[in-house]
């Protein structure tokens, strides 16, 4: 079993700035990659960004330039800090790490975008 603990969302002006942090616990030895999916109502889940254990990261393209992923291996913890925030970032923000192949979400946190 994999336990999460995610932290940071909230409801920012646009232009604003948050940061998630993801932090995993239980059976995750060989814990490789770690993330941020999002989720807007009516719409389907995208990535966001991820991260491996070697510091290699993605993003989606409508972040890129904007969001920073990192992490710290020895609390296998990942951090999100998000820039420049727009409406259209308005979300629930899920975690996600990949063990052995095997993907693991979070609860999901919520990020409101708005004036």
């Known amino acids: 079993q994999v336990q999460f603990v995610e932290s940071g969302g909230g409801l920012v002006q646009p232009g604003g700035s948050l940061r998630l942090s993801c932090a995993a616990s239980?059976?995750?030895?060989?814990?490789?990659?770690m993330g941020w999916y999002r989720q807007a109502p009516g719409t389907q889940r995208e990535l966001v960004a991820t991260?491996?254990?070697?510091?290699?990261?993605d993003y989606g393209d409508s972040v890129k330039g904007r969001f920073t992923i990192s992490r710290d291996n020895a609390k296998n913890t990942a951090f999100l800090q998000m820039n420049s925030l727009k409406p259209e970032d308005t979300a629930v923000y899920y975690c996600?790490?990949?063990?052995?192949?095997?993907?693991?979400w979070g609860q999901g946190t919520q990020v409101t975008v708005s004036s």
């Open positions: 991260i491996t254990r070697g510091g290699s990261t």
């Open positions: 239980g059976s995750i030895f060989n814990l490789y990659k």
């Open positions: 996600r790490v990949v063990i052995l192949g095997d993907s693991y």
